[in-house]
């Protein structure tokens, strides 16, 4: 059945696969990650959070835990904190090998605005409406709409580049009258092939600034391909399109050499990029 190898592949590699392995210690792992536990589950190691009050989060468990020897926040039954942890790991639990630390995590970049630019050169006299008549909210969906019906569509975004030359704004002010302002934005669609050739089409529902470029994958496929990921790969924490670089993220509690050759295999270089939560420990 297709998908049965990778699974396949990933039992054999957690059971070490062969005889000299197995008389091998076992490999380390560690990372920096947010660790909880509740009336539901004890501590276990989250990749992603919900920062209530008191906080949400869910992973694998993590074996050899004790509260009483970490700082820790606690409400309503829930305990947590943000640690380093190193331990081996089974293919589904992490077991500690020594005690646990405060994590270290790198300074918060300075704020910024943080928009995706166009591709295309900037027109002569800047981005500008052809037709500001059709340079509306509506006009953007009507035209989002019809390109991903067209076939070898790959993706699309907004560019709101210009919020950045506006003196004294600040995009975390939560009411932006400056943002998202139909005229002055760039509408980015992505076509396989010549993306030149559906212009004429998206024409005629927008009127606004238009940038049109190339990519190899069109998003259906990635996205058949992350399902099929979704279905072959176990212990994944996150997944996704990236329809800008053409390819699917996927965010995997342990990510082994043998398991990036064996995607790689199957779905070509570069059109899978893997990202491991725990990194080996360099004894």
Sequence with gaps: MRGVWLATALA?????????????????????????????????L??????SMPPQCAGPDIVGWDWNTVDHDAQGGVRWGDYHVVGTW???????????????????????????????????GGWRPVD????????????????????????GWLDQSYLDEIE????RDPIEGYANDPERLVLNLRFTGDPAVHEPAIREVWGGALCLSHAEQTRARLHAIQKRIEKEIKGLYSIGTDELKDHVDVGAWVVTEELRREVE???????????????????
């Design 132 to 155: 500001p008549a059709k340079a509306t909210d509506q006009a953007i969906d009507a035209a989002i709409d019809l390109a991903k019906k067209i076939p070898g569509y790959a993706g």
């Design 46 to 51: 989250c990749a992603g959070v919900a920062f």
């Design 90 to 124: 089974d293919g589904e639990r992490l077991t500690l090998t020594e005690p646990p630390r405060p994590a270290k995590r790198p300074d918060a970049p300075p704020d910024r605005s943080d928009f995706i630019p166009s591709p295309c050169p900037e027109p002569i």
């Design 12 to 44: 054999a590699l957690a059971a070490c696969g062969t005889a000299s392995a197995a008389t091998a210690p076992p490999t380390r792992y560690q990372a920096d990650g947010f660790v909880l536990a509740d009336a539901r589950h004890g501590p276990q």
């Design 265 to 283: 295999e199957r779905y070509g270089k570069g059109l899978v990029v893997l990202h491991s939560f725990l990194e080996p420990v360099d004894d």
């Design 168 to 171: 004294g704004y600040d995009p």
